[in-house]
């Protein structure tokens, strides 16, 4: 088993420019999430898919979008890069069921310039 | 609100000096206390978690913790390969449905030879 993966690790962007995150994961997890990792602010929740065909805001969706494409995938989207979207970027998913752990993919760094 | 406080920011220990690390919660009906280790460059790799208060959970050096206000992550003799910031997160009842994490900010880890 792969566990989660994500697609780029590193993204360079400028100001205005749109790109799509890609996770996958192969442990038949139900449930995916996004965070965002910034020095000093911890990980913080952007969006998350609590099952195949639902999708939710979490504490800091403005500025993306995201898509549960199947059971396996989930999406995030920059439609309008800005500055303050430079981050580490991560993908984890859980069972949806007991135990409640979430498992990480290894992080895309994206810098806006 | 659900707040997760780790102290302290950073620890320094010296090869073989045990310590404690601290997690201190508020949360509206606890689900779960999750702990995870995290290298520099990677995404968060899942530790533990507990559920109730006086349970404890062990791996190699580490013994993870749990009363109804704050988890302690105790290192015993610590060795270099143990430096890495450790992440505590909780889920409450509310959040089962979802599995959504609150995360604390981290407590870095530096084992001196």
């Known amino acids: 088993n792969a566990g989660v993966t994500q697609t780029p690790k590193f993204q360079v962007l400028k100001t205005g420019q749109s790109m799509t995150l890609q996770c996958a994961q192969d442990m038949n997890h139900n449930s995916m999430y996004w965070y965002r990792q910034d020095p000093g602010m911890g990980l913080r929740l952007i969006y998350y898919s609590a099952s195949e065909g639902t999708t939710d805001k979490g504490e800091v969706p403005n500025g993306y979008n995201v898509s549960r494409l199947n059971k396996r995938e989930f999406s995030l989207r920059l439609e309008s890069a800005a500055p303050s979207q430079t981050s580490v970027y991560f993908c984890a998913s859980t069972p949806g069921q007991p135990p409640y752990e979430q498992y990480f993919g290894p992080g895309t760094r994206l810098t806006v310039t | ?113």
Do not use: M
């Not at chain 2, 280790?37 to 507990?50: A, H, I, S, W």
């Open chain 2, 1 to 113: 609100e659900d707040q997760v406080t780790q102290s302290p920011e950073a620890l320094r220990l010296q090869e073989g000096e045990s310590s404690s690390l601290n997690c201190s919660y508020t949360v509206s009906g606890l689900r779960g206390l999750f702990w995870y280790r995290q290298d520099p460059g990677k995404g968060p790799e899942f530790l533990f978690t507990l559920y109730s208060a006086g349970e404890e959970k062990e791996k190699e050096r580490l013994k993870a913790t749990l009363t109804k206000k704050e988890s302690f992550l105790h290192i015993t003799a610590p060795k270099p390969e143990d430096s890495a910031t450790y992440l505590c997160a909780v889920q409450a009842h509310g959040s089962s449905n979802t599995g959504k994490l609150i995360f604390g900010q981290g407590t870095t880890l530096q084992v001196k030879p």
